[in-house]
């Protein structure tokens, strides 16, 4: 197939071309209007019980839990007698905002110590947004300039999830230009002296544009059935560029290669597509298989990643087969116009180069250089052995953030977190409103004589130590109008992310009620989405895994070869892991980072993306290096020069590639968001592993040691891969074709 592909894309580029023109204009239309339609939640599982517990707020509870905060400052305290007249006209104006439930404040719900600071120049005022995402968006939008600034004296500061969340939006966009820009002036750089000219440096970038056109589009496409995440557009940007300068390196390499051995432009072009291109899409489904497996969670902020990630994986092979062999025909020598190679005129050739020595020495010592390898890996991940972990919140935002303030002026200035509370939904109660009070104030008091609860609030009144203390602020609130459901407020005495938050979800859940509840809140969706996590990881791990081992088996008929590269790429996650604790929850480095809040605990997710994503890009550097050291070995060499000439054919090039994409990665770690930071150094961590320890010492000492076994397969598995494996047929021109002594030979298997 790649056979008759190369020569119809050699013989009629042009059509090719405008081809591809064509999708760009076609898929710029809907990739220029995806970022208003992506979302920036998707962190909770529709089915768990605190996610349902949030429909039931949603659909039941209109004034619900808060949702929405301003953090109101004066000087001259909130008891003055002009501040309590501005705060209670400021409470009625959010109340009378469409979009808004009924605002408390602490000059309208009789002053409690709750919603004043210690220091008595902060109150809180409380309000919850209502309809669903695009409904509280629109509000937000209209609240915050409204509401932030100065109002009759105080200072006003916007909070709450609704107001982190936008600014999320306006950051994840403000960060992607950033990152661009950033690393746009040294990926030029690099990319003229990897590829070696000015004109073939622009390569890439050909490529790059058709994979993020194509991959905006597809998410735009996605947004009209579900949800699709707003972060989904920083992944994409990132691998569409390092993937494409990968696949454009590799084909060119090999096109450079093949007229270097003496053959005419058009039969080398035709050769580097059947061989380097039949590696790339190859390439590019194993990666792909990898990314769609975050599809099997239940959580669209991750299965988001999958149709980024297969979009622009797709597309950027296809591309880097059809379109940009169509480019090179239509170059033909001007490919080399301002060539810089000049410092590698002269060079050693494959039998005597730099890769070819580090592989000799390597199969020199293979167990010693493989325990080495090993122990180092092992050694950088044990500091994840102690990570703890919790749920993208304010604190992902950096410190200039004013809904990040306003949720540490509360953790820090307030007496009790009570915006870190549980709710306990209630349904089913029985008939009639003081029945229902009455059996809610029955349950409140049990759970307030629960550890770690500093009061339990709900219609019937506040209780704390099994005993009621207050009346209920605003108790109609807390029934729904026909009675026949209600909810409760649980506030904890600990930090919502804490082992101690964790067990009193369990030990709320676990309290008898005579009626159906599901408890809710930060706390409750932690343990739920560990548990979901935990649950679905399994799945999402037996289907890449699996996915892998059989598809590197019909790439190269060998049973050793697919375990050993899962093995590897599980082993150099282990450092990655290892260094984001060290980092991220130990706090090293975060000046040299641009700063972020250490909570000593890890986001929840990150570790799953970094898992899913390095472990596709890790299969695509392995195929690369195994393509040409199976080559080398069909050609007739012996298991030890085989792997010496694949990897001096391949070190410079998965080197190469792996630094231009650490550079794009990198470039997300200016981003002002934590959970970009990570993704950014963890991605670039794990390649700058892979490409190095795996790639130049583990591997090789690892086939060293397995010598032959490295090509075996039992009987039956190698007659099916003689009829259903993958590999290359060359034309019957090509395949007599006379090869000049010191290059592989291609032939048929």
């Known amino acids: 197939m790649l056979a008759v592909v190369a020569h119809l894309v050699v013989q009629r580029p042009w059509r090719v071309i405008v081809g591809a023109m064509l999708f760009c204009v076609v898929a710029a239309v809907p990739a220029a209007t995806v970022l208003p339609t992506l979302g920036t939640a998707g962190f909770f599982a529709p089915g768990d019980e605190s996610a349902q517990a949030d429909r039931a707020l949603e659909e039941r509870f209109p004034a619900g839990p808060p949702n929405l905060v301003l953090l109101v400052t004066t000087p001259a305290g909130v008891q003055d007698a002009a501040a309590v007249r501005a705060g209670e006209a400021l409470t009625a104006r959010l109340s009378g905002t469409p979009g808004v439930g009924p605002a408390t404040s602490y000059w309208t719900a009789g002053r409690p110590d709750a919603l004043r600071s210690a220091d008595g120049r902060e109150a809180l005022v409380l309000a919850r947004l209502l309809g669903d995402g695009d409904d509280i968006k629109a509000t937000m939008r209209q609240i915050h300039p409204l509401f932030s600034g100065d109002q009759d004296g105080l200072r006003v500061q916007v909070g709450g999830q609704p107001a982190a969340e936008r600014e999320i939006q306006k950051l994840s966009r403000d960060d992607l230009t950033r990152a661009e820009l950033l690393a746009a002036p040294l990926l030029i750089v690099l990319l003229v002296l990897v590829f070696g000219s000015v004109i073939a440096s622009l390569l890439p970038g050909l490529i790059g544009l058709l994979a993020v056109f194509g991959t905006f589009a597809a998410l735009r496409l996605c947004s009209a059935f579900t949800d699709v995440s707003i972060f989904s557009l920083n992944l994409a940007t990132a691998l569409s560029l390092g993937l494409a300068i990968d696949y454009s390196l590799f084909i060119l390499a090999r096109y450079r290669e093949e007229l270097g051995a003496g053959r005419d432009r058009p ?60 480019v090179l025909a239509v170059l033909g020598p001007r490919v080399d116009r301002f060539d810089l190679r000049f410092w590698r005129r002269g060079a050693p050739s494959p039998e005597r180069g730099a890769w070819r020595r580090i592989a000799e020495f390597v199969m020199r010592r293979p167990v010693t250089i493989a325990v080495v390898a090993v122990v180092f890996l092992l050694a950088l991940g044990v500091p994840f052995l102690r990570a703890s972990f919790q749920l993208p919140d304010d604190r992902m935002l950096p410190a200039s953030s004013e809904a990040h303030r306003v949720a540490e002026a509360v953790r820090s200035d307030f007496p009790s977190p009570a915006l870190d509370a549980l709710y306990v939904t209630a349904e089913g109660l029985p008939p009639g409103a003081e029945a229902a009070t009455a059996a809610l104030g029955g349950y409140a008091t049990a759970l307030s004589r629960l550890p770690d609860v500093a009061s339990v609030t709900t219609a019937a009144g506040v209780y704390a130590g099994g005993a009621r203390v207050a009346d209920a602020p605003a108790a109609a609130r807390f029934v729904a109008p026909d009675a026949q459901a209600g909810w409760v407020s649980v506030v904890p005495t600990v930090d919502q992310y804490s082992a101690e938050a964790e067990r009193l979800v369990r030990a709320v859940r676990a309290v008898p009620a005579p009626f159906t509840v599901q408890v809710g809140g930060n706390s409750a969706h932690l343990v739920d989405t560990r548990a979901t996590l935990g649950e679905a990881l399994p799945w999402v791990l037996g289907v890449m895994i699996g996915a892998m081992l ?32 060290w980092v991220f929850s130990d706090g090293h480095f975060a000046g040299l980072l641009g700063g972020f809040q250490v909570t000593g605990q890890l986001e929840i997710f990150t570790p799953i993306l970094m898992l899913c994503i390095a472990f596709g890009l890790s299969m695509d550097y392995e195929v690369f290096l195994v393509s040409r050291i199976q080559e080398a070995h069909q050609s007739g060499l012996p298991n030890d020069k085989a792997i010496a000439d694949g990897l001096q054919r391949t070190g410079r090039l998965v080197t190469s590639a792996a630094a231009l994409l650490i550079v794009v990665l990198l470039a997300n770690v ?19 592993v892979d490409a190095t320890v795996v790639r130049a010492f583990l591997v090789p000492a690892v086939m060293r040691l397995a010598g032959s076994a490295n090509w075996w397969a039992p009987r039956p598995l190698r007659r099916f891969h003689e009829r259903f494996g993958l590999r290359e047929a060359p034309p019957p021109a090509l395949a007599t074709a006379r090869v000049p002594l010191g290059q592989p030979q291609e032939v048929s298997r």
């Open 267 to 326: 039969e080398a072009l035709e050769t580097a597509v059947r061989t380097a291109g039949r590696t790339v899409l190859f390439s590019a489904v194993t990666v792909a298989v990898s990314l769609a497996g975050m599809a099997l969670f239940p959580l669209y902020y991750l299965r988001s990643f999958a149709y980024a990630g297969i979009a622009v994986v797709l597309v950027s092979g296809l591309a880097a087969v059809v379109v940009l062999p169509a």
């Open 550 to 581: 059989v598809l590197l088996f019909l790439f190269t008929g060998s049973v050793l070869i697919p375990i050993k590269a899962v093995l590897c790429n599980l082993l150099s996650l282990t450092a990655t892991f290892g260094a984001l604790v």
């Open 670 to 688: 200016t981003s002002q968001l934590t959970i970009l930071k990570m993704l950014g150094l963890g991605l670039g961590i794990a390649i700058l």
